[in-house]
């Protein structure tokens, strides 16, 4: 692990977060695509995704570098993703999701992994 790898600069993440919820885009996203909250606590990093019905038939999530993308496919083959930024790499950073019916939580750990964690998750929603 790389220097630049383990280094999680976690206050910035405050002024990475505000910047972005304070972009008019964001409440635009939040309408057109699909609602997502981000939260901080002392352990973990929240994203919360709200979407608009339960038609979906696949939520895929996905991060690379510096960044989290979520993707979700409706049962009529329509497609809407969410991009959220961070500060660091994610690269290290151990998470767990949670699905119900029309949200998805994402728990990051503030501990570093001492390996790579995997960078895609699929999930089945039907």
Not at 10 to 25: A, I, N, Q
Not at 66 to 82: M, N, P
């Amino acid at each position: 692990m790389s220097s630049e790898e383990k280094d999680c600069n976690w206050g910035d993440l405050e002024k990475c977060l505000e910047e972005m919820f304070l972009d008019p885009y964001t409440s635009v996203l939040d309408h057109t695509q699909f609602r997502i909250d981000v939260f901080e606590t002392g352990e973990e990093i929240i994203i919360e995704a709200q979407f608009h019905d339960d038609a979906m038939e696949e939520i895929t999530l996905v991060r690379k570098d510096h960044e989290f993308t979520i993707e979700a496919v409706w049962k009529d083959l329509s497609f809407r993703k969410r991009t959220v930024q961070f500060p660091f790499s994610l690269q290290y950073i151990p998470m767990e999701y949670s699905f119900m019916a029309d949200k998805v939580e994402i728990k990051m750990k503030k501990t570093l992994a001492a390996s790579a964690q995997p960078s895609y998750y699929r999930i089945q929603t039907q």
